[in-house]
């Protein structure tokens, strides 16, 4: 019997369909408008109105729901707006597949107008994998490779530049495939790690954001009390992966060599559970690299594992590798549980408002199950400190230190968990990367809490200046930033808020909105030290 010939878009839809999608975050343009036009009921198109933001609206939606995203983007110019957060996504490990349209193949000869040349090079390498296919037949084969390849560990985004008359050139749909996406880890190398952990006296778990990407937030709790380990965050985690308020959380590596090495100092054993080893922000001295106590590495990623600077790494999926270290650990009962950390005292409330008070109000006025997606990166030590949060699916950020990513991943997120209260904590400097996806939170009337930590400048720039002695460098401070005007520009309501004693009535007004609502809060411009405190 002869396969059903469809349109190279009929097969591609039904392909889309195969994989689970039931959203396509886009932009359109004349390249894509043959795939786009008589857009079918079952899949809802998500616009954007800048292709940053379709991006991070599809990174967002795919971290949330840990299935892969689809976005559409209009020709290289489409694609090269999205390229910060496509990087982003890279360094996230988004599964996505991106397609862009592209002129014409008859046209492609002469270069024409909205031509991509060598189109699938253009975005790597921040895609794992990427294809113009040959053939016009070949295009839903190549969409459906570019769903597989992205599922797999490590996952990523993927690219398809699809010429705009193939759309509806003849085609037979792929056949749907199925590819096992866990591995487990090396037996031996367990058992060696279970030793290890057991002869340890003060073994240390840094955990990373592959845990709670991976769904294993409470086995990783299960296995740090197994262990009775203390535990200690990744530097720069995109993720929570432990329970901040958990008595053996220790606090936050920061991104710093010298300031890590005095962090886990004392420790005679090291296991770092999905997360490299290490991220670092700036250079400096780090006597782990040197003459350290021994370090283990978990990770699904192979690049990741040969690029560590040392230690012995065992290469699985984390629901396999917790699982199996869970069997190989021995009794810890005789092993000492790691002393609670202090948590601080309440910030004072005065003017100008510190960022410290306004995140401690924010975190006991927002509900319980809020998910708080931030992009505020001079906040980021006051966040830890005063915005606990509580682990699985409660809180995201961008791996890749680009700005632009968190206020369109909060509608992705807000889309993906619908009920749920969504906090995006966003730095004035951040929210002008990407400000358009405010819009379509209005659009949709989803529940976000869009909070502008605003220090009139790039607060993180402040800091790095200081670190590096570079004295009075230009383009740090932004004046003249009307965010609540930018919000009711696009149909969100929003307040200035520039009083502390207005901080906890208009913060519980937005949170209570059952559409998008911006808070413009008027924090002081005190410069942060970003590394020096790990906790």
């Known amino acids: 019997m002869n396969a059903k010939v469809l349109s190279v878009r009929e097969a591609t839809l039904g392909v889309l369909r195969s994989f689970g999608v039931d959203r396509v975050f886009g932009n359109p343009g004349s390249t894509e408008l043959a795939f786009l036009g008589d857009w079918p009921d079952d899949i809802d198109y998500v616009l ?64 024409p107008y909205l031509f ?54 003849p085609a037979v749909a792929p056949p749907v495939r199925h590819i096992a996406t866990e591995f487990a880890p090396d037996p031996a190398a367990i058992v060696r790690l279970g030793a290890a952990i057991a002869a340890a006296n003060r073994p240390v778990f840094v955990v990373g954001p592959e845990i709670d990407r991976n769904g294993c937030v409470e086995a990783m709790v299960a296995v740090a009390e197994q262990a009775r380990a203390a535990v200690w965050a990744s530097p720069m985690s995109s993720r929570s992966s432990f329970p901040e308020l958990h008595p053996q959380f220790a606090g936050f590596l920061p991104a710093a060599p010298e300031g890590l090495a005095g962090a886990l100092r004392g420790a005679d054993l090291i296991v770092v559970i999905g997360a490299p080893v290490f991220t670092f922000h700036v250079e400096g001295p780090c006597e782990l690299l040197d003459d350290g106590p021994p370090v283990w590495q978990i990770t699904d990623d192979p690049t990741e594992a040969a690029s560590a600077a040392v230690g012995d790494t065992i290469i699985s999926t984390l629901p396999k590798a917790l699982a199996a270290l869970s069997s190989a650990l021995p009794d810890a009962a005789e092993r000492e549980v790691p002393a609670a950390r202090a948590q601080p005292a309440s910030p004072a409330a005065q003017n100008p408002i510190p960022p410290a008070y306004a995140l401690s109000r924010l ?29 699985a699916d409660s809180f995201y950020t961008m791996a890749s230190g680009g700005l632009g990513y968190s206020l369109p991943a909060s509608v992705g997120v807000a889309l993906a968990r619908p009920g749920r209260r969504i906090v995006a904590l966003i ?29 009139s400048g790039y607060g993180a720039m402040r800091a790095f200046s200081r670190l590096m002695q570079a004295h009075r460098p230009p383009g740090i401070d932004l004046p003249g930033l009307d965010f609540v005007a930018l919000a009711r520009g696009m149909g969100c309501v929003g307040w200035r808020v520039s009083d502390v004693g207005d901080v906890d009535r208009i913060l519980s007004e937005a949170l209570a909105s059952r559409g998008p609502a911006l808070v413009d809060i008027a924090v002081d411009d005190a410069t942060t030290d970003l590394f020096s405190h790990p906790r």
Not at 128 to 147: C, G, L, N, Y
Not at 364 to 391: C, K, N, T, W, Y
Not at 428 to 436: L, N
């Open 48 to 111: 954007g109105l800048q292709e940053g933001c379709v991006v991070g609206m599809a990174d967002g939606y795919a971290q949330a729901t840990g299935r892969p995203a689809f976005v559409n983007l209009h020709s290289a110019a489409g694609l090269g707006h999205a390229l910060g957060n496509l990087y982003t996504a890279f360094r996230n490990k988004t599964p996505m597949v991106v397609t862009a349209g592209q002129q014409a193949r008859s046209l492609l000869r002469m270069r």
């Open 116 to 169: 991509a040349e060598d189109a699938e090079q253009f975005p790597k390498p921040y895609v794992k994998w990427s294809a113009q296919p040959a053939r016009p037949e070949d295009v839903p084969a190549a969409i459906a490779q570019a769903f597989l390849t992205a599922m797999q560990h490590p996952r990523g985004p993927t690219f398809v530049s699809v010429p705009s008359d193939d759309w509806a050139r």
């Open 363 to 391: 975190s006991a006025l927002m509900p319980r199950d809020a998910i708080v997606v931030e992009e505020a990166p001079s906040h980021r030590p006051a966040i830890q400190r005063f915005l606990p949060r509580p682990g």
């Open 427 to 455: 730095g004035d400097g951040s929210a002008m990367y990407c400000v358009q996806a405010i819009w379509t939170a209005a659009q949709r009337a989803l529940p976000i809490t869009f909070v502008i930590m605003n220090n």
